[in-house]
């Protein structure tokens, strides 16, 4: 069974995001995680990198496949989760949680107006 939260917003390519004051924390959400299977790398562009809203960040690689992961906003990656690129299988058990992936100083904070809610979300992916 897919869980959402209902404190994140969501992209089309099955991203989350939530504002932690100036900040945008971000990883990959459970209907992800759990049709990727188990994950068993991930690649992230290091701190201080600039990324782009709807564009790739790093990759995720699971057994049978490899996905990118994109950036929900546009801003400077500001810290990487360790602990996700040292056991990548945190995303399959705590995706919302110990499982994010990437914290972002956002650009313009208003892109998130472009991502879903969690109701939204789970109509689209229906």
Same mark, same amino acid.
């Given at each position: 069974?897919?869980?959402?939260? /209902?404190?994140?917003?969501?992209?089309? %390519?099955? /991203?989350?995001?939530?504002? $932690?004051?100036?900040? $945008? +924390?971000?990883?990959?959400?459970?209907?992800?995680?759990?049709?990727? *299977?188990?994950?068993?790398?991930?690649?992230?562009? *290091? @701190? *201080?990198?600039?990324?782009?809203? *709807?564009? %790739?960040?790093? %990759?995720?690689?699971?057994?049978? @496949?490899?996905?990118?992961?994109?950036?929900?906003? @546009?801003?400077?990656? %500001? +810290?990487?989760?360790?602990?996700?690129?040292? @056991?990548?299988?945190?995303?399959? $058990?705590?995706?919302?949680? /110990?499982?994010?992936?990437?914290?972002?100083?956002?650009?313009?904070?208003? /892109?998130?107006?472009?991502?879903?809610?969690?109701?939204?979300?789970?109509?689209? $992916?229906?």
């Amino acid at each position: 069974m897919i869980t959402f939260n /209902e404190n994140v917003l969501y992209t089309k %390519s099955n /991203e989350w995001a939530e504002k $932690i004051n100036d900040i $945008i +924390r971000m990883g990959i959400d459970d209907y992800s995680q759990s049709s990727l *299977g188990d994950i068993v790398h991930v690649e992230i562009a *290091g @701190s *201080g990198t600039h990324v782009t809203a *709807g564009k %790739s960040l790093g %990759s995720i690689e699971a057994t049978k @496949s490899v996905s990118d992961i994109n950036a929900p906003v @546009s801003g400077v990656i %500001s +810290r990487v989760n360790a602990e996700v690129i040292k @056991s990548p299988s945190i995303i399959n $058990i705590d995706p919302f949680g /110990e499982g994010w992936i990437a914290e972002i100083v956002p650009d313009d904070i208003s /892109e998130l107006n472009g991502l879903m809610n969690s109701s939204d979300y789970k109509s689209f $992916i229906a």
